[in-house]
């Protein structure tokens, strides 16, 4: 009767494995849609190089606003 009793909870357990292996298929397909019409990508490897270029232009966005802030400072003799 164990056995039986075992068999079933295994059973459920499978049954519940594959119900969250297809919600995670469906959340998949959802996210890959959204960076192909968002992003244009159709990889995750294209969204990570697409994040490392935007991530690279922020840094040299901060550069230059960081240069343009020091330039004000000089020339106006500012100290904040």
Not at 28 to 57: G, R, V
């Amino acid at each position: 009767m164990a056995d039986i009793k075992k068999i079933m909870e295994l059973k459920e357990e499978l049954e519940d494995a594959k119900n969250d292996l297809a919600e995670l298929k469906g959340e998949l397909k959802s996210n890959m849609k959204i960076l192909l019409e968002a992003y244009e990508c159709k990889t995750l490897k294209e969204a990570q190089a697409k994040q490392k270029e935007i991530e690279d232009k922020v840094k040299e966005l901060d550069a230059s606003l960081e240069n343009q802030i020091q330039e004000i400072r000089d020339n106006f003799d500012l100290e904040i």
